[in-house]
Antibody, heavy 121, light 110 residues
């Protein structure tokens, strides 16, 4: 069965950096687009970033553009999110999600358990 | 402020029916597939409806989805206390090239 396991969350000061990882198993990782979605405490879901199955196309939410970088290593079945210049408002649970289909014609069919990122001084 | 608009909350008695609306625009709902997700507090979201009106295996037919123009609707019949959760609609915005979600709707089964 599909399994997505995020790691790398923690407490970081404003302006700091973190790299999240998402280890995938149970499916052919290299064939699927992947996304990061976050949820601030007590708030709704917020889409963060997308990466095409082969890594050739990436999109970002305006709120993270220029600060976050999504990447993947298909040889390691792992998705990454490099987060720089972190702000207090980036505090959230970060989920990686497997995407069935392609942007506009797809859906998030599997989600990890999430990893908490807390940005605080 | 979410790109997609959902009511903050809905409620109904056990056994009753409820609908949750999701309103967008031509650049998102109007020209792309809509999906719906159920999230129990403290847990990850779970896919409920995909491609506007399809249910993944294991999702009971009490859950249904529909889309018309720039709006989508999630319907739940035969409400159970176990259905209490937050529900989110989601799609892609082709003009902005971003994923978008509704603000979420909290379902209370009275």
């Amino acid at each position: 069965q599909v399994q997505l396991v995020e790691s790398g969350g923690g407490v970081v000061q404003p302006g700091g950096s973190l790299r999240l990882s998402c280890a995938a198993s149970g499916f052919t990782f290299s064939r699927y687009d992947m996304h990061w979605v976050r949820q601030a405490p007590g708030k709704g879901l917020e889409w963060v970033a997308f990466i095409r199955y082969d890594g050739t196309n990436k999109y970002y939410a305006d709120s993270v553009k220029g600060r976050f970088t999504i990447s993947r290593d298909n040889s390691k079945n792992t998705l990454y999110l490099q987060m720089n210049s972190l702000r207090v408002e980036d505090t959230a649970v970060y989920y990686c999600s497997k995407y069935q289909g392609h942007p506009g014609y797809g859906h998030f069919d599997s989600w990890g358990q999430g990893t908490l990122v807390t940005v605080s001084s | 402020q979410s790109v997609l608009t959902q009511p903050p909350s809905v409620s109904a008695a056990p056994g009753q029916k409820v609908t949750i609306s999701c309103s967008g625009s031509s650049s998102n709902i109007g020209n792309n597939y809509v999906s719906w997700y159920q999230q129990v507090p403290g847990k990850a979201p779970k896919l409920l409806i995909y491609d506007n009106n399809n249910r993944p295996s294991g999702i009971p037919d009490r859950f249904s989805g529909s889309k018309s123009g720039t709006s989508a609707t999630l319907g739940i019949t035969g409400l159970q206390t176990g259905d209490e959760a937050d529900y989110y609609c989601g799609t892609w915005d082709s003009s902005l090239s971003v994923g978008v979600f509704g603000g979420g709707t909290k379902l209370t089964v009275l």
